[in-house]
């Protein structure tokens, strides 16, 4: 399916519209404010519904949806630019889909830092030992209290 | 894991694509092996229930094997080994040209891992924006755009091919020359109404005439068209001309 199509018009009786290859793709974001343990907050395109998202999270990730609610936020179009030409921050539509059964999902912290120890001996130990030999020499005197080593004995 | 995995691995590099060649070869068996076989670390539990099917009659059933996939949300982001790195090695998007020598079914199945693919992507991109880390290899992003456009246009050129040759149609959706109001001529591409056109209110406002005061513009506009190609034509030569007295030696630049 490509850009820019136009849809079959539908009247009471029509079959039902299938989409082969859907170009829409759903955004995982973590949610802004406190939602329910099994509660997912989507990003989606502003063409789809909530039986659209229903669909695409059953068939495609095969997983179980109980209530999907929608709405649609409205970004700025109040900046403006070096030209002071007003920009347009583009709107885009939050779907919030509560799981079947009682599951819950809790947004993983993908950027956590791995603890990486560099062999024995060789150059990155020496190296990384000498940055920290560093900055426990950078560090202020702890008797000071906080007070800056700038002025004074 | 291993299903994303193998996913990543099939939509972006280039040796693995003999996982795909299972609906070029001729014998069903054959394909259902080569299916196996890449997948064959995904899950030792599943094939025993599929060879079963495997000596079905061959012209009459086809054993069609999606992946299963168990990891129902965890599929929006990357496998666990990958988070917290820089960066993250890929292969290179998919050509038309190799997407050309892929069936049809195999395409299909392709779009849909590389939306599984864009959206764990862009899940990665929220989430680096919100935490203000750089995203690793977002490079990664613009290769499964082209991969995908390309295969639409691979698609697009089959569907083509067939209206052509079943009802000669050129186009898949009808339409007419018109001129609008400003007396230019355009494609118009017909839309689906509920009414005949002439019950429709909007449609009619809508004039693909020119009325008779417009005519006068569209020589004025002809004319201010036809003075800026010729303007453009005669810097063109003045720069040759100029040239060539410059560096005499130069040869003639063709147009």
């Known amino acids: 399916m490509a850009r820019r199509l136009i849809y079959p018009l539908y009247q009471i009786g029509n079959p039902q519209l299938r989409i082969f290859r859907p170009p829409f793709s759903l ?16 990003r989606i395109s502003m063409e789809m519904t909530k039986c659209d998202v229903r669909n695409y999270l059953e068939k495609i990730y095969n997983v179980p949806v109980g209530a999907v609610r929608t709405r649609i936020q409205y970004c700025t179009n109040k900046k403006r630019n070096h030209l002071n030409q007003k920009v347009k921050r ?7 889909v509560q799981l079947v ?5 809790e947004f993983p912290d993908i950027f956590t830092e791995k603890d990486v120890k560099s062999a024995e001996g060789s150059v990155e130990e020496m190296q990384e030992k000498f940055m920290e030999d560093e900055k426990q020499r950078q560090k202020p005197d702890l008797r000071r209290g906080g007070v800056t080593e700038w002025f004074g004995l | 894991m291993a299903a994303t995995s193998v996913g990543r691995v099939l939509t972006l590099c280039r040796q693995f694509q003999n996982a795909f060649r299972i609906s070029t070869s001729l014998a069903v068996q054959q394909s259902a092996l080569t299916l196996t076989k890449s997948q064959s670390y995904l899950d ?13 009659h061959v012209g009459q059933c086809r054993p069609l094997h999606t992946t299963i996939s168990r990891r129902g949300l965890e599929e ?12 993250v090695k890929s292969g290179a998007p998919w050509t038309a040209k190799q997407l050309r020598t892929k069936s049809n079914e195999d395409l299909h199945k392709l779009w849909y891992v590389l939306l599984k693919e864009k959206n764990m992507l862009l899940t990665i ?7 203000r880390i750089q995203m ?13 456009k390309r295969l639409d246009t691979v698609v697009k050129e089959r569907e083509d091919a067939l209206r052509l040759l079943q009802t000669g149609q050129e186009r898949a959706r009808p339409g007419a020359w018109r001129k609008d109001i400003f007396g230019r001529v355009y494609w118009y591409r017909f839309r689906e ?21 417009v005519t006068p513009h569209i020589r004025l506009r002809l004319e201010k068209h036809l003075r800026a190609k010729t303007r453009i034509q005669n810097k063109e030569r003045e720069k040759q001309t100029v040239l060539q007295e410059k560096f005499p030696q130069m040869k003639a630049q063709s147009s």
């Open chain 2, 44 to 56: 030792r539990l599943t094939y025993p229930l599929l060879s079963s099917n495997w000596h079905c």
């Open chain 1, 27 to 42: 955004t995982l974001v973590r949610p802004g404010k406190e939602q329910p343990q099994d509660t997912v907050q989507f």
């Open chain 1, 101 to 105: 059964q009682q599951q819950t999902f």
């Open chain 2, 76 to 87: 929006f982001f990357d496998i666990p080994e990958n988070w917290g790195e820089a960066t």
């Open chain 2, 125 to 131: 991109e929220q989430e680096s924006k919100r935490q």
């Open chain 2, 136 to 148: 690793p290899s977002p490079e990664r992003l613009k290769k499964i755009e082209r991969s995908m």
């Open chain 2, 193 to 213: 109404h509920a009414l005949p056109w002439y019950m429709n209110k909007r449609y009619k406002r809508k004039r693909f005439y020119t009325p008779l005061f």
């Open chain 1, 90 to 96: 583009p709107d885009y539509k939050v779907a919030y």
